[in-house]
């Protein structure tokens, strides 16, 4: 069954599969799974806990442990398959308003311009807009005057809506893309290129949402989640969902146990 089936081209249930393969695990930068636990081993070793908070870590190693089980299924799931999927449903929104607000003649003249001009063109709009605002911010604008620069507002925004559209896809396509191709080292260039921008634009972005939501794990742990973000993403696509759940799972469940020895010796 396909999710969308012209627009998604994944089937709904496409990623559940499982196989594994030494040689194709050791093709990948597997060895970045052990930054995390590293990082967290160093900070055990450079500072000391307070007798309650080695208490609650000692009392508390089993919801742990099943905490670490439950992110390894859901945030896989999220991630790795419905936002991702849903987020190729967004951006395929997102190039179709592109193709069919550029169809409009005003906004495909514009959009025609040398770069140079192009850029001129949408300063000279907003300030243009901006001066429709304050006329119909005056109390003395009168009720004609006022309906013109209303639509000379509805006009920019429109304008300024297609711009921000056409950046995003250029942003994607000309500099993320490439760029997240490079730093992978062209482990997800099937997934990038393979598709359309939409695919490799929702893969990318899809991770991003992973990142921000352990934003609350510091700077090191914001560009860590990344990494593992992408990584899980190799591991998806090369043995299956279930795979990357399993890894997710165990990748926190050996961080949890770090904090836990940590906490134990710590308390003799």
């Given at each position: 069954?396909?999710?969308?089936?012209?627009?998604?081209?994944?089937?709904?249930?496409?990623?559940?599969?499982?196989?594994?393969?030494?040689?194709?695990?050791?093709?990948?930068?597997?060895?970045?799974?052990?930054?995390?636990?590293?990082?967290?081993?160093?900070?055990?070793?450079?500072?000391?806990?307070?007798?309650?908070?080695?208490?609650?870590?000692?009392?508390?190693?089993?919801?742990?442990?099943?905490?670490?089980?439950?992110?390894?299924?859901?945030?896989?799931?999220?991630?790795?398959?419905?936002?991702?999927?849903?987020?190729?449903?967004?951006?395929?929104?997102?190039?179709?308003?592109?193709?069919?607000?550029?169809?409009?003649?005003?906004?495909?003249?514009?959009?025609?311009?040398?770069?140079?001009?192009?850029?001129?063109?949408?300063?000279?709009?907003?300030?243009?807009?901006?001066?429709a605002?304050?006329?119909?911010?005056?109390?003395?604008?009168?009720?004609?005057?006022?309906?013109?620069c209303?639509?000379?507002?509805?006009?920019?925004?429109?304008?300024?809506?297609?711009?921000?559209?056409?950046?995003?896809?250029f942003?994607?396509?000309?500099v993320?893309?490439?760029?997240?191709?490079?730093?992978?080292?062209?482990?997800?260039?099937?997934q990038?290129?393979?598709?359309?921008?939409?695919?490799?634009?929702?893969?990318?972005?899809?991770?991003?949402?992973?990142?921000?939501?352990?934003?609350?794990?510091?700077?090191?742990?914001?560009?860590?989640?990344?990494?593992?973000?992408?990584?899980?993403?190799?591991?998806?696509?090369?043995?299956?969902?279930?795979?990357?759940?399993?890894?997710?799972?165990?990748?926190?469940?050996?961080?949890?146990?770090?904090?836990?020895?940590?906490?134990?010796?710590?308390?003799?």
């Amino acid at each position: 069954m396909h999710f969308f089936p012209a627009v998604v081209p994944f089937k709904l249930g496409e990623l559940f599969f499982f196989r594994f393969s030494w040689e194709a695990f050791s093709n990948l930068p597997w060895t970045l799974l052990l930054l995390g636990p590293a990082l967290t081993l160093i900070a055990t070793l450079l500072t000391r806990n307070g007798h309650k908070e080695n208490r609650e870590i000692k009392t508390q190693l089993g919801y742990n442990l099943w905490t670490s089980i439950k992110a390894g299924i859901f945030e896989e799931a999220a991630f790795r398959w419905l936002i991702f999927f849903s987020l190729i449903i967004g951006f395929t929104l997102d190039n179709w308003l592109i193709g069919w607000l550029s169809s409009i003649g005003w906004i495909g003249s514009l959009l025609s311009l040398p770069w140079f001009s192009l850029i001129l063109a949408v300063v000279g709009i907003n300030v243009l807009g901006l001066v429709a605002y304050a006329v119909i911010e005056s109390k003395s604008t009168g009720l004609f005057i006022s309906t013109i620069c209303l639509v000379i507002l509805v006009i920019v925004g429109i304008f300024d809506f297609t711009a921000l559209l056409i950046f995003t896809k250029f942003w994607y396509v000309k500099v993320m893309i490439p760029a997240i191709n490079w730093l992978t080292l062209g482990k997800l260039s099937g997934q990038l290129f393979g598709y359309s921008w939409m695919v490799g634009a929702a893969l990318i972005s899809a991770n991003g949402k992973f990142q921000d939501g352990h934003s609350y794990q510091g700077c090191i742990g914001w560009v860590n989640s990344w990494v593992i973000g992408m990584l899980m993403f190799c591991f998806v696509f090369s043995f299956g969902l279930p795979f990357a759940m399993l890894i997710h799972a165990l990748y926190d469940i050996l961080i949890k146990v770090i904090v836990y020895v940590d906490a134990m010796i710590e308390s003799l």
